[in-house]
């Protein structure tokens, strides 16, 4: 199996600032996709921003960017100018192709805490 | 509009009960998965199914079981073989042909009592 590692199980920001989630992860893959997902109080999963491996851009969605480093295996989230609604679990995730059974993994989640 | 709904949000068992938690979508997506959600373990896939009427066991399919005998439901039943099952419980659905995120379910909490 897959496996994808968050070693930050908390992290926490002033209002405004930037903070940067880690994510590393184990594949002999080189076809894949690469996921943030965000976990509010409310326990419903959102999609913060995906990552496509064959793509060398990083993704960018307003506020949320990723440093993607495909030779270290490694997915950081960056937040920029932090808001409170931003406090909420953030679990990495890494999701196989097709051909080989179209599973996501997850890490163990990092608890973002934003400070007003 | 669409989703996917899943129920209860709260549900309490008794040790040694037998218990289905239901998953339901309308988004027509062909793939449906169950994640169990414990503190400090991230999600853990327990089942999965890519199409109608077939299913494959995830990384913690021991005590539980599936069906998928209609594309917008996949209920998932909790045995009393699970021995540990109390957890936060999630269902997710995706289109399978296009590598786009999952959606999920708002979650069912079950304790055991």
């Known amino acids: 199996a897959q496996t994808v590692t968050q070693s930050q199980p908390e992290m926490s920001v002033q209002e405004a600032e930037t903070v940067t989630l880690s994510c590393t992860y184990d594949?002999?893959?080189?076809?894949?996709?690469l996921f943030w997902y965000k976990q509010p109080p409310s326990r419903q999963m959102i999609l913060v921003i995906r990552?496509?491996?064959?793509?060398?851009q990083n993704a960018t969605e307003n506020r949320f960017s990723v440093n993607f480093q495909k030779a270290a295996k490694s997915f950081s989230l960056k937040i920029s100018d932090s808001q409170l609604g931003d406090a909420a679990m953030y679990f990495c995730a890494y999701r196989t192709p097709l051909n080989t059974g179209n599973q996501f993994y997850f890490g163990t989640g990092t608890s973002l805490t934003v400070i007003p | 509009d669409g989703g996917i709904t899943q129920s209860p949000k709260y549900l309490f068992r008794k040790e040694g009960q037998n218990v289905t938690l239901s998953c339901e979508q309308n988004?027509?997506?062909?793939?449906m998965y169950w994640y169990r959600q414990d503190p400090g373990q991230g999600l853990r896939l327990i089942y999965y199914?890519?199409?109608?009427?077939?299913?494959q066991k995830g990384d913690i399919a021991e005590g539980y079981s599936v069906s998928r005998e209609k594309k917008e439901s996949f209920p998932l039943t909790v045995t009393s073989a699970q021995k540990n099952p109390t957890a936060f419980y999630l269902c997710?659905?995706?289109?399978?042909?296009?590598?786009?995120?999952?959606?999920f379910g708002s979650g069912t909490r079950l304790t055991v009592v």
């Open positions: 594949t002999s893959e080189s076809d894949y996709y």
């Open positions: 988004l027509n997506h062909d793939a």
């Open positions: 997710a659905s995706s289109i399978r042909t296009v590598l786009y995120g999952y959606t």
């Open positions: 199914s890519q199409i109608v009427n077939d299913f």
């Open positions: 990552q496509e491996a064959y793509k060398q």
